[in-house]
């Protein structure tokens, strides 16, 4: 996968300290730094306020990182997962911000700035505070740009508004954005036949001006093979298409859904070891495509491997405080109960 993405011509690659229990930045040394010479590629991972608690753990965590990469610099480094309170009251006072800078003065980072999960409210406080920050990163596709907890294009306005580069996260949001019900399906592909349902989504938000780079979090080499393909022969959106995927928007926003992108930030901590992700997957596709064989069947199969099951919950609240969609998951972990656990 990397190499067939480097022989596009594309070379940006995201990871993060915490990522996959910490093995994401070891598979980028493996995957990329050792087979790549440095100047070809440019690499980005993260700082997490959760790991720290002095400020002596910035550059503990940061010269594992280096290790951990192979590198003696990154191309870009974020802080990760600003939102309101939290992890933005650590960062600040951590003295992030200025420690950030200091690295790219010596050289260690080459572009600094951070991930966002928070209130527009709180993106224009943080960029107020800290105009020093060169790009910021946030959640956006079609299917957020009005949600009410997300703000997509609140977010997006703000940013595009001040001329601050985005990088684009869950542009198909965690897989849900590539898999619609049939009908929806059949609009997309009665306008462009060839194009898959998740080309559309990434094409919306390459589509707008000051996205710098969209990130995607792809598992096959079908699917980075189709997202290559959509971008070696990109086609912003036309107003045609536009109307499209707002019709699309429109009919999918009015099945219930749970907005959950699988970040697993909650699965770690769960004292019942419940795969809180997967337990909504299986809900959403419920929901999705009135089919209950199916999601019940993988719902089994989660359980199977040993995972508690959604009535296992035992509402301590770990999960709701790491969360980066606020999602009530206590609630959700009920009600997905009534319908998994019968």
């Known amino acids: 996968m990397v190499d067939a993405y480097m022989k596009a011509g594309m070379n940006y690659f995201d990871t993060a300290y915490v990522y996959h229990g910490g093995n994401s930045e070891k598979a980028i040394r493996e995957a990329l730094v050792q087979r790549y010479p440095r100047d070809q590629f440019m690499l980005a991972t993260k700082l997490p306020a959760w790991c720290m608690k002095e400020p002596e753990d910035r550059d503990r965590i940061f010269n594992e990182q280096l ?8 191309d870009f480094y974020l802080l990760h997962s600003i939102e309101d309170g939290g992890n ?22 080459r572009h600094f700035g951070f991930s966002f999960h928070g209130s527009p409210v709180y993106l224009t406080k943080v960029l107020d505070a800290h105009p020093e920050v060169e790009f910021v990163q946030i959640q956006l596709n079609y299917a957020d740009w009005t949600n009410p907890v997300v703000r997509s294009g609140e977010l997006y306005e703000i940013l595009h508004s001040r001329n601050i580069p985005m990088i684009i996260m869950e542009p198909v949001k965690g897989g849900t954005l590539a898999a619609l019900k049939p009908e929806l399906e059949e609009m997309y592909r009665a306008a462009r036949p060839s194009a898959s349902v998740a080309s559309w989504a990434l094409r919306f ?22 997202n290559i393909g959509t971008f070696i022969r990109f086609e912003p959106l036309s107003e045609e298409e536009k109307e499209l995927v707002n019709k699309v928007r429109t009919i999918m926003l009015n099945v219930p859904q ?11 901590g769960c004292p019942m070891n419940i795969s809180i992700p997967d337990v909504f997957r299986a809900v959403n596709t419920m929901n999705l495509y009135g089919d209950v064989f199916r999601p019940k069947a993988f719902y089994g199969g989660v359980v199977g491997q040993g995972h508690g099951r959604a009535s296992d919950c035992i509402a301590c609240g770990q999960c709701e405080g ?21």
């Open 67 to 74: 290790e951990r990469c192979g590198v003696e610099y990154f």
């Open 88 to 109: 933005g009251e650590t960062y600040e006072r951590l003295d992030c911000f200025n420690w950030g800078l200091k690295k790219k003065a010596e050289g260690k980072i």
């Open 205 to 226: 938000v390459g589509s707008l001006p000051g996205v710098m780079t969209i990130l995607s979090g792809m598992s096959t080499e079908e699917q980075i093979n189709d």
């Open 258 to 268: 749970i907005g959950c992108t699988s970040c697993r930030y909650c699965t770690p």
């Open 322 to 342: 790491v969360c980066p969609q606020h999602l009530p998951i206590i609630k959700l972990l009920k009600d997905a109960s009534g319908k998994l656990d019968t």
